[in-house]
């Protein structure tokens, strides 16, 4: 099963994002990887790192992420997991997290997930004005 990994610049708003995904897909393989490791916030190399490795099978990890630095923290990690099949998804954190652990779940693979990603940017919460 494809993992995947919350990255956020809040420890809470990670932990909260896997908490809801778990209601919604139980079985998915996924991880928190928020804040620095005093609890402030930022982003953690080490953190995004280890909730890799937790979720990490030949299936692949993807990874979500919230704003800027996590962004180019994660690129930071990726550049050290040579080999490994690991990927950045561009898409909203919540939905996209949503949508992804439930594919995952299904037994989707990487490749499949990732193009369901893509359709996410053009989910709508509210009708379209006439």
Do not use: N
Not at 15 to 36: F, N, Q, R, Y
Not at 89 to 99: I, T, Y
């Amino acid at each position: 099963m494809v993992g995947l990994v919350i990255v956020s610049h809040s420890q809470a708003l990670a932990e909260s994002v896997v908490g809801l995904t778990s209601m919604m897909a139980k079985d998915a393989k996924i991880a928190a990887a928020g804040g620095l490791e005093d609890g402030s916030f930022g982003t953690s190399f080490t953190r995004i790192s280890e909730a890799i490795e937790a979720v990490y099978s030949d299936d692949g990890v993807i990874i979500l992420m919230d704003l800027g630095s996590a962004v180019m923290t994660t690129e930071m990690v990726l550049e050290m997991m040579d080999g490994r099949k690991v990927v950045m998804a561009d898409c909203p954190l919540v939905e996209g997290a949503v949508v992804a652990s439930v594919d995952a779940a299904g037994g989707m693979s990487l490749e499949e997930i990732i193009a369901d990603l893509a359709g996410v940017w053009d989910m709508r919460k509210l009708p379209e004005a006439r």
